[in-house]
């Protein structure tokens, strides 16, 4: 493994402590949780923002702060409340920690805030990096987050070889990063760094031409728009494919509705009896009937619209909705029966979602004929 004084020397480092502070504070973007950093609103950024666009999550941290403005507010929600306010951010484990790590806070800890990132790192959903960024921006707790646009920036920076997905590559960038920390100012430190891989040092095409670590970057391309050989990763995660096909099934103005279960995607969330069948080609799975225990007399009234795409984090989906009219309001096991009123306030897949007003239009159709 390289050593770090090997990569730099402590002047090359304190001049580019320097350099990016300047930059950093030229060229930052006027995000709302910066004006006045408090422990609680930068925890909520920190865990709303993982795996979200900056402008989708923005508008969700604005009404998470006016529907629950503290940790005690939002310990005191229903489950499904911050289940509901949260669909469409997906990852909806981060939801369900968020609000047990609420309840910690304010019943166990008598809202007494952790200050160090070891402590943060007590509470469910925070990570090593999420506790550094909050320790650090909320009380100066040295400690380097980071997060992807960290590894980025600092595996380029240091021409690190080793893949970042293996101890091997991991560890001697979490190194470097924190030797290059800013101890007496590791908040706004840590906030450049993330602010220089979403704005210059950007996964494809980097502008290395205006960056303010460019004098000694080891990956420095030879102009701007061409991409760097790092960093690098061992392997990627194989991508399933998997048809999905939602039965929604009716009984006068009422729709059969079950909760999905708890860990596992879309764990907690309400959906329409589904079956999940993956495939090794575009070929979809022939007509499938709903997937119920008990038997029970069901009218084909087909499908619902066209087919398609939506993409997790592991799996590509091939998403149908099937109509079926039912006869009889029948008992199943783990199922309920709602209006569709009642099912505008569930929280719902964003793959349900994205179907509703073509879903609510054939229900109405149906109910009426």
């Keep these: 493994m390289v050593r770090n004084f090997e990569i730099f020397t402590k002047n090359e480092i304190i001049q580019a402590r320097r350099q990016l502070k300047n930059w950093f504070i030229s060229n930052q973007r006027p995000l709302p949780w910066r004006n006045s950093p408090h422990p609680y609103a930068t925890w909520l950024c920190e865990i709303i923002m993982q795996q979200t666009r900056i402008d989708q999550g923005t508008r969700y941290w604005h009404s998470f702060l006016d529907q629950w403005p503290d940790f005690k507010s939002l310990a005191a929600a229903e489950s499904e409340e911050i289940m509901k306010a949260w669909q469409g951010l997906g990852y909806y484990s981060r939801a369900r920690n968020l609000h047990k790590a609420a309840k910690i806070v304010a019943n166990d800890w008598g809202n007494e805030l952790p200050t160090t990132a070891k402590e943060w790192q007590q509470l469910p959903g925070v990570g090593p990096y999420t506790a550094a960024a909050i320790a650090s921006i909320c009380y100066g707790d040295p400690v380097a987050a980071v997060d992807g646009n960290a590894l980025r920036v600092i595996s380029r920076w240091g021409g690190i070889q080793e893949p970042i997905d293996k101890p091997a590559g991991r560890k001697p960038i979490e190194q470097l990063a924190q030797d290059f920390l800013e101890p007496a100012d590791s908040g706004m430190h840590n906030q450049a760094i993330m602010e220089l891989g979403a704005l210059v040092c950007t996964p494809k095409a980097p502008d290395c031409e205006n960056c303010p670590l460019e004098g000694n970057c080891k990956s420095r391309v030879a102009a701007s728009g061409q991409t760097p050989l790092v960093p690098i990763k061992a392997g990627k995660t194989k991508v399933l494919k998997v048809a999905v096909t939602f039965h929604v099934i009716v009984h006068r103005n009422q729709v059969l509705m079950t909760q999905r279960p708890s860990p596992g995607i879309w764990g907690g969330l309400w959906e329409f009896p589904s079956r999940w069948i993956e495939t090794?080609?575009?070929?979809?799975?022939?007509?499938?009937?709903?997937?119920?225990?008990?038997?029970?007399?069901?009218?084909d009234m087909g499908q619902i619209g066209e087919a398609f795409s939506h993409v997790l984090s592991h799996r590509k989906l091939d998403v149908r909705f099937h109509l079926w009219q039912s006869k009889n309001?029948?008992?199943?096991?783990?199922?309920?029966?709602?209006?569709?009123?009642?099912?505008?306030?569930?929280?719902?897949?964003?793959?349900?979602?994205?179907?509703?007003?073509?879903?609510?239009?054939?229900?109405t159709l149906l109910r009426f004929s």
């Excluded at 090794?280 to 069901?298: A, F, G, M, N």
């Excluded at 008992?331 to 929280?347: K, V, Y």
């Design 329 to 363: 309001k029948f008992t199943e096991e783990n199922h309920n029966w709602f209006s569709w009123e009642e099912c505008e306030n569930l929280p719902i897949p964003r793959a349900i979602d994205k179907k509703w007003g073509e879903l609510t239009k054939s229900i």
């Design 280 to 299: 090794k080609s575009e070929d979809t799975p022939k007509h499938q009937t709903p997937p119920l225990t008990c038997q029970t007399d069901l009218r």
